[in-house]
């Protein structure tokens, strides 16, 4: 296993309060911007890279280009008026926002969603994860040049988005997780056409597999790049795939078990080397997996009783005093929402714990170190992240 | 987590704890012994994990209180530290050293709640507002409406009606 | 590596022979039967109550007086009129409609050269969804506001026969906080009501009155914010 080595010896000294002596007008070094607009970015983010040669000497990650201070939005909203927005806060898997939030407000108002409304949570989660792992897929293969992987992949997800479409009326923006339920059960003849999407995707991510991970280029340029070592894991706050392929299997699903984990049979997908090809690798069959607790699901889950809890009128719902957290395993690590109110009708303080916030800023500077400029796309999308929750 | 409560109760000088789940609490910590709670809980307690660094504004009691929420993975508890100061001059000990991710959070929330921290790395630049003029803007005391109205405009042709009003003047023109 | 990861990714030639998975006719694919699209709204059964537009958070939702609907006893004469430059579907005036009459359609394309055409009334100004059939509807048995009326005590047959004692025992506390929680506070009845001057529906402090909260202690705290009032402005922040 290649560690990360800091052989700075080519590289500027160190000044007294930690930052590199860089002098640009040495000629030595460049300043090179990746992003917001560039194709080996992920979403509206940008990294600030300083050249010397073809090697990276330091990154900055700039967030800010989606800011909509959703945290703050919600302390004017009524608690079911801050249902609507929260989804928007992560694009490609926004069911974890809603389910959080759901949660969170429950937790803190003494209300216990029906046991049917857990399973159909779960369902919907699950779903959104394979979702956020096909788009992730695409990324990963466009970012070292591998255009086709994304388009069969965007095949598989509009799939999906097909079944989301007549489960919860909407394709991306689902607004389904109401606090107390969910709004609705499943259509009829769900099973079958979910069987038949679930299908579809396994034999797509079989020739994802094929030209994809068994591919000369791609193993050349993945395997032994963008090492996270374990010991960084607490240091840094790395959870979800990114840890799981460090070899540590942190999984919210499996060591706080939430909604309904307890009833369904499954591991936390484990990688050991920690590289780019080994994060993706991880991710491929924690997809995998997903379909495979969809099936549980769906063969489990209860098709009749309520679906949301008895709900004071929530045009004047207050809700105690208190404070809660609430977490989530999402396709990225943990995802959590952290909730305080004062006994009015709006929420004091919400705060979103998005994985991406300590992947994308404090690992990613450190990791973009002394590797090249071209494999800085793959090394950034290796470690699945979405800007929007880091800047809310 | 009452255990734990107890333990800790015997070094540090804590308040009381509020347990919100069996495996999550809250305890109130005074902010010269934050330091010494988070490194006993972290080495230890197996408390290694810190999942996030927040601030919420007590306005009303001209308070800030910042939450250090830690996790451990071996029992799956959660305890969130709650350290409550004068929101004037706000400032706090950064946490850096014990855990390098807190420099992000720290900057956050220098930028959006005006806290400081002495000695974090890159505290003062900026994170996600460019060229922001006003108070912090997630201060109880920036107010988004108003804001709003300042910078941006309504699209023309918007008015409404309140249903009340609008029928007493239907029905009773002359107010009787 | 191996002589497989060189010759695996060409398996991706055997896609020359698949068809296209693509939609054929996309301009007129249906959505699906639950699918949240345009706003109906059937006029006739709509009271102008105008909780959708305090539910919006978006802001979206105008109440306007409309031509040929007259004000009357139960009915403000005013309709809803959406802003879809601002709504996002979200649903929730679907939700909460009192009578039920806001539903939306399947429908989702809709092209016109002028935006501000895109501020309408729903039902109002004809469209061709009108009579979608399909398409998000609130289901009777999931409520966002508490509708199901408290039963009121009577007196038994037995008793009553031969005695003057109110026959009607009337609310305890508990009861009246929760049949208060049901109000809605549109002001509707409060226009008409001889006693609109003592109960006074459109101050903001009394619209949603404290008391409904059943479970929230009464506090000194209350935050720097507006009342829900301020969410049905059009810019709320």
Known sequence: MALYTPDRSQYPAKKADGTLDIDLASGKYLKLWQGPNHPGITGNMSVELTVCGDEVVEGKTHVGYLHRGFEKLMERRSFIQCFPIVCRICVPEPDFNEYCYAAAVEDLSGIQSPERANWMRALILEMGRINSYLMYLGGQAGALGLGVIGQWTTYARDLMLDRFEEMTGARIYHMFILPGGVRDGLPDGFDQRMEETLREIESTMKDVHDVMFHNAVFKKRTVGQGVIDPAWLDQYGVTGPNARAAGVAKDVRRDQPYLVYRELEFEPVIGHDSDIYTRSDVRRRDLLMSVDLIRQILAKMPRSGPLIADMPSMLHWKIPRGETYVRGECSRGEYGYYLVTDGSGFPRRVNVRGPSYTHAMALLERMIVNINISDVAALMVSLHTYPPEIER | ?176 | MSVRDVLSPFTAWKNLFRDPVSIPDPLNRAAAPRYRGFHQNDVEKCIGCGTCETICQNGAIDMVPVEGIETKSGDSGLRPRIDYGRCCWCALCVDVCMTKSLTMSNAYTWVENDPDLFCFTPGVDKKHWDNAELGYHCPTDRRITGQVRAHMRELEPETRIDSFVEIVQGYSVEEAILEADRCVACGLPCATAITSAAWNCSTPATRFPASAAASAPTSARTPALPATKATRSPSAG
């Open chain 2, 1 to 176: 987590m009452r255990a734990l409560h107890i333990r800790l109760q015997h070094l540090f000088p804590l308040g009381e704890l509020t347990e919100q789940r069996p495996d999550l609490g809250f305890v109130t910590v005074p902010a010269a012994y934050l330091r010494p709670t988070l490194l006993h809980l972290r080495d230890r307690e197996g408390y290694t994990h810190l999942v996030l660094l927040t601030a919420v504004d007590w306005l009303e009691e001209d308070l800030f209180q910042l939450t250090y929420l830690l996790s451990n993975r071996s029992t799956g508890c959660d305890i969130g530290l709650r350290v409550k100061f004068p929101r004037q001059a706000a400032h706090m000990e950064s946490i850096h050293d014990l855990w390098p991710t807190a420099a992000t959070y720290q900057r956050e929330l220098r930028e959006m709640f005006g806290i400081d921290f002495p000695g974090s790395p890159r505290l003062h630049e900026e994170f996600i507002l460019e060229g922001w003029n006003d108070i912090p803007p997630y201060r109880r005391d920036f107010d988004t409406l108003k804001y709003a109205r300042a910078n941006y405009n309504d699209r023309p042709g918007r008015e409404t009606h309140d249903p009340e009003q609008h029928m007493k003047q239907q029905l009773y023109p002359d107010g009787a």
